[in-house]
């Protein structure tokens, strides 16, 4: 799920002609047979990572005579549309790079074929990565690369208030407070409260102790949903985050000391160089997710690679995927794009611990948890995006926030 980009599908256009059989007993995987494939592997790939596939499956053919990889990149605009519409057309490639909140979705066309456990070993992934593949028991696919959510904070600022980064709930107030009226920041912490809000709130609901669906049903109204809302809207209500900001100032409001903080991906801290020029690496630093009751848990995201069952050349394309999930291929593959690795071993490579920024995202994504893999998924956090944002607005309280997401959700349904 690259920066969690979404789209929501009408599901009944897609379902009607191709929904799931069975009552959601586990599928079995295929075995597959690599040592004899050979011949062109259809792989659609999506955003940055898309254009950059191509040339780097290169060495995938070199090692693999006979094999040739023809990458088509998609932008994340269109995506999503483009292969549910070629999974109703029965058009589908036989490899397809998803957004890892999208798998509950698609693996419910059963379009998907089942990730073959004697190619794949889930062990190898961290468990939250490995969570985003798997739907109602069954795995379809592979975690391809991971993103998870770490806190940014100005380092110099901290240091001209005498503080360090937080470990608790409770330190985080004080410190962003701190980064505000002692170091000089107009506004303690960033946080999004409209598009990609449910991002923020949903590790402050696992912090707590609490679950996004438990025994097929959404559980969005409990003590620990509206204990993690209250967490969230007290920066608001402290004016420690504001919701005036002007669009697009961010990040050049941290660049210039203007934000103390800001919780996001990996993918900032080139961004951030970038943005703030020579020197700037030296004035930020990342740390790992404050503990609430239940610990400090993120959110993992990033995207998955699914092989589909109609796929004109399964066995290559597996031999394919398995290859893409190596761990040195794994630790290539980052140096090319800055994604990360699902692979945990592929953290002990050089180019993952080199800079002590990523590697708070290495242990982060040790208990990192993955959005529930139901097919309505991105029409619940739709809805949650919507009634966070009235809360944020101090148009209603964490209490009706969580009563009205509950019964949204209720009507949508889980799609299972």
């Not at 980064?179 to 990609?196: D, I, M, P, T, Y």
């Not at 290859?323 to 994604?339: E, F």
């Not at 050089?350 to 948890?369: C, H, I, S």
Request: glycine share 12%; proline share 5%; charged share 25%.
């Amino acid at each position: 799920m690259k920066k969690y980009a979404v789209g929501i599908l009408a599901l009944g256009l897609v379902l009607a002609g191709c929904g799931r059989s069975g009552d959601g007993a586990a599928e079995q995987a295929r075995e597959v047979d690599t040592g004899k494939a050979t011949g062109e592997v259809t792989v659609w790939a999506i955003g940055a990572e898309g254009e950059a596939l191509g040339a780097f499956a290169k060495d995938f053919e070199t090692a693999n005579p006979g094999i040739t990889i023809n990458v088509t990149p998609l932008g994340w605009d269109v995506a999503h549309d483009k292969i549910t519409a070629a999974i109703a057309g029965n058009a589908t490639p036989d490899v397809t790079m998803l957004g890892s909140t999208w798998m509950g979705e698609m693996a419910k066309t059963g379009a998907l074929d089942p990730t073959p456990a004697d190619l794949i070993d889930k062990s190898a992934f961290f468990p939250g990565a490995w969570g985003t593949v798997e739907v109602e028991g069954t795995a379809y696919g592979v975690p391809w690369y991971v993103e998870t959510r770490a806190l940014y904070y100005r380092k110099d600022l901290a240091e001209k208030a005498s503080v360090k980064p937080p470990v608790t709930w409770e330190e985080t107030t004080a410190f962003v407070k701190a980064l505000k009226e002692k170091g000089g920041a107009s506004l303690g912490v960033e946080q999004n409260f409209r598009q990609g809000s449910w991002q923020e709130v949903l590790p402050l609901v696992w912090q707590a102790g609490g679950e996004i669906v438990s025994d097929g049903k959404w559980t969005l109204d409990t003590p620990e949903m509206v204990k993690a809302l209250k967490q969230y809207g007290s920066f608001f209500e402290s004016g420690l985050s504001s919701t005036d900001q002007p669009t697009g100032a961010f990040p050049q409001t941290f660049v210039k000391g203007k934000v103390g903080a800001f919780y996001s991906g990996p993918w900032m801290i080139a961004g951030l160089e970038k943005e703030g020029g020579d020197g700037f690496g030296d004035k930020f630093a990342v740390a790992p997710y404050p503990k609430g009751s239940a610990g400090g848990p993120s959110l993992v995201g990033g995207s998955d690679m699914v092989v589909f069952k109609d796929a004109k050349n399964r066995d290559a394309a597996w031999k394919f995927l398995s290859w893409l999930v190596d761990p040195k291929v794994q630790a290539t593959w980052y140096t090319k794009v800055n994604a990360l690795p699902s692979v945990e071993a592929a953290w002990q490579d050089p180019a993952l611990t080199a800079d002590e920024r990523v590697t708070v995202f290495g242990e982060q994504l040790k208990d990192a948890k993955a959005v529930p893999a139901v097919p309505t998924w991105e029409q619940v956090a739709k809805v949650m995006e919507t009634e966070v944002e009235k809360m944020a607005l101090g148009k209603q309280t964490a209490e009706e926030t969580a009563k009205r997401v509950q019964e949204q959700a209720e009507t949508i349904g889980t799609g299972v």
